[in-house]
């Protein structure tokens, strides 16, 4: 059944301005929701809505306690209709419900932890150096913006929203064109919370038209953008015009690292989830295994039989490990990448093909698929393929694992299977990456900042000071000197 979605901006549901599309389930391509687009003249009227509704005593003036309630009714929400969230993910992007159900549950911690974040935070006493009192106080920018992707809806739009709130900031969101109603349905649960109208605005439609114009409004005071590292790069350029800060949570080509000494079962199911889990949808997927040569053949054979046991199938079922991609254009781009791996010269142990038969043939996906026999510098190895896809490869010498890891345009995460603590931390402090899992992979918690280097962004999203991204620094000196200043005196 197609459901007609509205938008929330301005302080009001309602229909956007522009023409009418439709969202597409994954599993099958039928038709789940239809929704207008937003157009430039939506912004600026969800834009200048929020400018005035920040600075209205019901929400300038909360106090911090007060703030922090209504992040807590918002976790509350969130977990009221925690299954009903869940079933609307996976609808929206074809995820496996275990999968969105862990996500939901990560949404609410994520309100959880910046309420209580809000509730403790304090300004700082500096130290003085003179006869006066120093003090540093932390203040909303304004109005600011958010651009999420597709592939974890619910849990990116927390990241940014929640501490954003917490800051006392307005927000606009730009949800990703073809998943927006994990955005509605968030600020449909923050309006019944208590969020003054007008506070939270969702936007959905094309980047090219509302994140172009939500990016070039003079009112827009911070972008928080996670996406694909093109996108973010036109996104610096335009807020360079403004001296705007943006927080770019970018593209990444993870090195995962199997040394001679690991436990192979542990590193087996490491590496399996940090590729396979989302069907690789996940900038932080580990789509490059380095394997020690004395543990290659023996790490190789029991990859590719956990490979057959992994349950490809329809998202709704609670035994599914992978669903489909999210739609037929994104796989057909992860198809001409193992095109092209195979052009280069690599084999294909595995998978390089779509399923067949019953609803694997209306949907979109593809199987898992593995890799060897290609340089880290073949393109397959070195672009983001955002797709279930992964490339061994043996190594040898640890000075050039660790420069054929770094070798890469991104920074985002890693992963290293060792039992020798002294190896993980001389190789963990020696890669370029943001994130670095030891004997573990794709763990996170909302307490530990998350962020990247090179290309694949920069700016803190996570931990107790992410609130920090959004908020601007003032500091105050306070006299306490009993003489008039002596300059004047004098």
Not at 75 to 99: C, F, T, V, W, Y
Not at 128 to 135: A, C, E, H, K
Not at 197 to 218: E, R, Y
Not at 428 to 438: E, F, I, K, S
Request: aromatic content about 8%; proline content about 6%; hydrophobic content about 40%.
């Amino acid at each position: 059944m197609t459901e007609q979605l509205q938008s929330y901006f301005a302080g009001r549901w309602r229909d956007a301005s522009g023409p009418e599309y439709t969202t597409e389930y994954p599993h099958d391509g039928s038709t789940v929701a239809k929704l207008h687009a937003a157009t430039a003249a939506d912004v600026d009227e969800a834009v200048q809505t929020a400018e005035r509704a920040r600075q209205q005593p019901a929400w300038a003036r909360l106090k911090h306690h007060e703030r922090a309630a209504l992040l807590y009714r918002i976790a509350s929400g969130i977990r009221e209709r925690g299954e009903e969230l869940a079933q609307l993910q996976r609808l929206d992007n074809g995820k496996p419900i275990k999968e969105c159900r862990a996500l939901v549950a990560s949404a609410a911690g994520t309100f959880q932890f910046f309420g209580a974040a809000a509730e403790t935070w304090e300004d700082t006493i500096t130290p003085s150096r003179g006869d006066y009192l120093s003090m540093s106080v932390n203040e909303p920018l304004g109005v600011v913006g958010a651009i999420t992707p597709w592939n974890s809806p619910i849990a990116s739009e927390a990241q940014k929203l929640a501490p954003a709130l917490a800051a006392g900031c307005a927000v606009v969101f730009k949800p990703a064109e073809i998943t927006p109603r994990m955005a509605i349905e968030l600020a449909r649960i923050a309006q019944q919370a208590g969020v003054p109208d007008g506070i939270i605005s969702v936007l959905p439609g094309k980047g090219s038209v509302v994140g172009d114009a939500l990016v070039k409004h003079p009112l827009i005071k911070r972008i928080a953008f996670t996406g694909g590292t093109n996108v973010g790069m036109g996104i610096q350029r335009l807020a360079a015009e403004k001296l705007m800060p943006t927080s770019l949570e970018l593209g990444g080509k993870s090195p995962t690292i199997v040394m001679p000494d690991a436990d192979l079962d542990h590193a087996v199911a490491g590496v399996l989830y940090g590729i396979f889990s989302s069907s690789g949808e996940s900038c932080i997927a580990g789509s490059r295994a380095f394997v020690h040569e004395s543990v290659y053949a023996a790490f190789k054979a029991r990859l590719l039989e956990g490979v057959k046991q992994l349950r490809v199938g329809d998202p709704a079922l609670e035994s599914t490990q992978m669903g489909p991609l999210v739609n037929l254009g994104h796989r057909a781009s992860v198809e001409k990448y193992v095109q092209m791996g195979r052009d280069e010269g690599g084999t294909v142990l595995c998978g390089g093909e779509r399923p067949s038969g019953g609803y694997f043939d209306g949907g979109s996906y593809y199987l898992p698929t593995i890799f060897e026999g290609l340089p880290n510098r073949a393109r397959m190895c070195q672009e983001e393929i955002f797709g279930p896809v992964l490339a061994l490869l043996p190594w040898k010498d640890e000075d050039d694992l660790i420069a054929q890891c770094n070798d890469n345009m991104f920074g985002l995460a890693s992963g290293i299977w060792t039992r020798d603590f002294k190896s993980a931390w001389r190789i963990g402090r020696a890669l370029q990456t943001g994130t670095v899992w030891v004997n573990t992979y794709k763990v996170f918690s909302i307490s530990t900042p998350f962020t990247g280097v090179k290309m694949s962004g920069y700016g803190q999203e996570k931990g107790r000071l992410g609130i920090l991204e959004y908020t601007s620094q003032k500091s105050f000196y306070w006299g306490l000197n009993e003489s008039p200043m002596p300059w004047a005196t004098s």
